[in-house]
C-alpha cells in the first residue's frame, strides 16, 4: 500500500455530507459520552478507580458477548455483566488493595467469559470485534436513544450527588461524621460506573473505554486544578475526542475507535506539555 | 475554665461505657462528663481504644454496654454539631480543589443536589478562611499547601457548622512545631471564644500540655482521668500498667518512661 491509499483509507471526505446524514445519530451518541464520561473521569481518578473501569469493561464485554450468542439486546447484556462487576467490586472492595485484587481475578475471567461466548456465537466476526474495539456506527437507532437516555441519566444523578460525593472522594471519614451517607454514595457511584462503562463498551469497545472515561480527566488534571475549571475542561477534551473522532473516521474505511483514543491521548499529551511548562514558570 | 456554655450541666455525658473489639475489652465501666471549653486530653498506646472512643461519640461505632449523650441526647450517626479535625492525611497534588474549596466541603459538602454555593455560603466560607489566617493560601490548590496549612484549613471545616463539640484525633502527627502551636492555638480559642470542649486524642501530650484540663489516660483494659498532675504520675501509671513506670518531668515536657514493650509506644511519648 502506497501513501496516497493509506491517506484514503485513513481520510476520505468524498460525499460526506450524505455520510454526516447517516451517522448523525451516532456523533450524537458520541457527544453525550464524551461529556459524561468526562465528567466521571474527574472522580474515576480522585476514588483511585481507573484500574476499577477496566475491570468492569471486562464483564460488560462478556455480558454483551453473552447477549450476541443468546441473541438478544446486546445494550441489556452489557448492562448486565458491567452493574454486576460494579456492584461485586463496590461490595467486595472498599479498601483499595482489596479492591485491586479482585479486579485483577474479574478482569481475565470476564474477558475469556466474553471470548468464549464470541467463539461460540456463529454470525459475522464484524459484530464480534466491535464489542472489544467499537461499533458505534453499527449501533441501530433504538439502541443509540437507550445509549443517550442512559448517559444523560449518568449526568443528573453525578451533578446531584457533586458535593456529597467530592467530600467522600476526598475524606471518606470526616465526610461520615459530617451525616453523608458514604457506604450508598459508593455503591451509588460503582452503579454511575457501571452505566456509563456499558454506554462506553458499545461505542468504543471494551478495550478502549479508559480512551473516554479516564484520558480526559487526567489531561485536565495537567493544566489546573481548580475545581470548577477540571471538570468542564474535562467534559470538553471527551466531546472532542469522541466527536472529532467520528468526524474523521467516516469517510475512511477504518474502525472509529483509533481515531478517538489518538485525539484523546494527543491532548492529554499537549496537556502534559502546558502543565509541566506551567509549574517551570512558578517555580 | 472558661464560659460555661453548658448552664452547668455537661455538654458530653458518657456512662458507663464499654467497648470490646476481636474479643478484648478495650474499656469499660467509663464514665466522663465534658462542660463547656473543657480541654481533654485522650491519651495511651496504640489499640487501647483512643479512636474507638472517638468513633464512638460520632455515632460509628456501637458500644456493648452504656451510653454516650451530647447535649442530652444519645448520639447518632452524621451529627453535625460534632466538629471534627482527622489525623493529618496530605492530600495530593492534582486533587481539583483550593484551600478555600476544602473549608467549603464543611459549609456545604453533605448537601445533595446542584452544586451551586450560595453568596450566603461564600461569605460564611470567607469568615472561616479569615478565622483560622488561611487568607494568605485560600485560593492555592490545596495539594500544594503543606501538611500545616492543609490542617488549619481541616479545622475550618470542622468549625464550619458552628460545633458544639470538637473531636480531634491526632490533630498534630507530623506537623513542625511552628505549625503544632498553630493548630492547636485555633483550638484553644474555640473553646475559650466559644466554650466548645475538645476532646483531643494524642500520642504526645507535650505540644497541648498548656492548654489540658483534664486527661483520659486508657491502658490494657483500665483507665484513669484527672488533670495532668494527677494522671501524669509514676504512682499512678505504673498502677495503671500493673509495672513500673516512671514519669520524669524536664523542663517543662513530660516523659514517659518504663512503658511495656508490646504496647507500641511513640518514642516520643517513651523518652
Known amino acids: ?71 438478544v439486546n446486546v445494550v441489556a447484556g452489557s448492562l448486565v455483566g458491567s452493574l454486576a462487576a460494579a456492584l461485586i ?89 459530617r451525616g453523608v451517607p458514604s457506604r ?18 458499545q461505542i468504543i469497545g471494551a478495550l478502549l473505554v479508559m480512551a473516554l472515561l479516564v484520558t480526559p480527566a487526567a489531561a485536565a488534571l495537567r493544566v489546573s486544578a481548580s475545581p470548577v475549571l477540571v471538570p468542564v475542561l474535562s467534559m470538553l477534551f471527551g466531546f472532542v475526542s ?3 473522532g467520528i468526524l474523521l473516521a467516516i469517510g475512511g474505511s477504518l474502525p472509529i475507535s483509533p ?16 502543565g509541566a511548562r506551567r509549574n517551570r514558570v512558578r517555580s | 475554665m472558661s464560659p460555661s456554655a453548658d448552664g452547668g450541666a455537661g455538654i458530653l455525658t458518657i456512662r458507663g461505657a464499654a467497648l470490646a473489639l476481636g474479643g ?25 481504644g483512643k479512636t474507638s472512643l472517638l468513633r464512638a461519640i460520632l455515632g460509628q461505632q456501637r458500644l456493648d454496654a452504656g451510653g454516650i449523650e451530647l447535649d442530652g441526647r444519645a448520639v447518632r450517626r452524621g451529627d453535625r454539631r460534632i466538629g471534627y479535625v482527622p489525623q493529618q492525611k496530605l492530600i495530593q497534588p492534582g486533587t481539583p480543589m483550593r484551600g478555600r474549596d476544602l473549608i467549603g466541603l464543611g459549609v456545604n459538602g453533605h448537601r445533595f443536589g446542584p452544586p451551586i454555593t450560595t453568596r450566603g455560603e461564600r461569605g460564611r466560607i470567607d469568615e472561616l478562611v479569615a478565622a483560622v489566617g488561611a487568607e494568605r493560601y485560600a485560593d492555592e490548590p490545596v495539594g500544594n499547601l503543606s501538611g500545616g496549612e492543609q490542617q488549619r484549613l481541616r479545622v475550618g471545616q470542622a468549625l464550619a457548622g458552628d460545633p ?7 490533630p498534630l502527627i507530623s506537623l513542625d512545631l511552628q505549625h503544632q502551636r498553630g493548630v492547636s492555638g485555633l483550638l484553644d480559642a474555640r473553646r475559650r471564644d466559644h466554650g466548645t470542649p475538645v476532646v483531643f486524642v494524642t500520642h504526645d501530650v507535650n505540644p497541648v500540655l498548656g492548654m489540658v484540663d483534664r486527661i ?3 491502658a490494657a483494659g483500665g483507665y484513669r482521668i484527672g488533670t495532668p498532675d494527677e494522671v501524669l504520675r509514676s504512682e499512678v501509671l505504673t498502677g495503671l500498667y500493673g509495672t513500673p513506670v516512671e514519669v520524669i518531668r524536664s523542663g517543662g515536657r513530660i516523659i514517659v518512661a518504663g512503658l511495656p514493650q508490646h504496647t507500641d509506644h511513640h518514642p516520643e511519648h517513651d523518652g
Open chain 1, 242 to 244: 469522541a466527536v472529532g
Open chain 1, 89 to 177: 467490586i463496590g461490595l467486595l472492595g472498599s479498601r483499595a488493595r482489596d479492591r485491586n485484587s479482585i479486579i485483577g481475578v474479574l478482569m481475565p475471567a470476564g474477558l475469556g467469559l466474553g471470548i468464549l461466548f464470541l467463539a461460540l456465537y456463529p454470525g459475522r466476526s464484524g459484530n464480534q470485534f466491535g464489542l472489544l474495539t467499537g461499533q458505534i456506527i453499527a449501533v441501530d437507532s433504538p439502541q443509540l436513544g437507550l445509549l443517550i437516555g442512559i448517559s444523560l441519566l449518568v449526568l443528573l444523578v453525578l451533578l446531584l450527588v457533586w458535593r456529597p460525593l467530592t467530600f467522600d472522594s476526598l475524606d471518606a471519614d470526616v465526610a461520615a461524621a
Open chain 2, 216 to 218: 483520659l489516660y486508657l
Open chain 1, 184 to 201: 450508598w454514595l459508593s455503591l451509588g457511584f460503582m452503579v454511575l460506573l457501571g452505566l456509563i462503562v456499558a454506554v462506553s463498551v
Open chain 1, 259 to 274: 481515531y478517538i483514543t489518538t485525539i484523546s491521548f494527543l491532548i492529554y499529551l499537549g496537556c502534559r506539555v502546558l
Open chain 2, 24 to 48: 478484648r475489652t478495650l474499656w469499660s465501666g467509663l464514665d466522663l462528663v465534658l462542660r463547656g471549653g473543657e480541654f481533654l486530653a485522650v491519651l495511651g498506646a496504640n489499640g487501647t
Open chain 2, 164 to 170: 458544639r463539640l470538637l473531636l480531634c484525633d491526632e
Open chain 1, 1 to 71: 500500500m502506497n501513501g496516497a491509499d493509506l491517506w484514503n483509507r485513513m481520510f476520505s471526505f468524498e460525499d460526506y455530507g450524505a455520510l454526516l446524514q447517516l451517522v448523525q445519530n451516532s456523533i450524537i451518541a458520541g457527544a453525550v459520552l464524551g461529556i459524561v464520561g468526562g465528567l466521571i473521569g474527574v472522580f474515576i481518578l480522585q476514588r483511585d478507580m481507573a484500574f476499577a473501569v477496566h475491570g468492569i469493561s471486562e464483564l460488560s464485554f462478556a455480558g454483551a458477548a453473552g447477549a450476541l450468542l443468546l441473541g
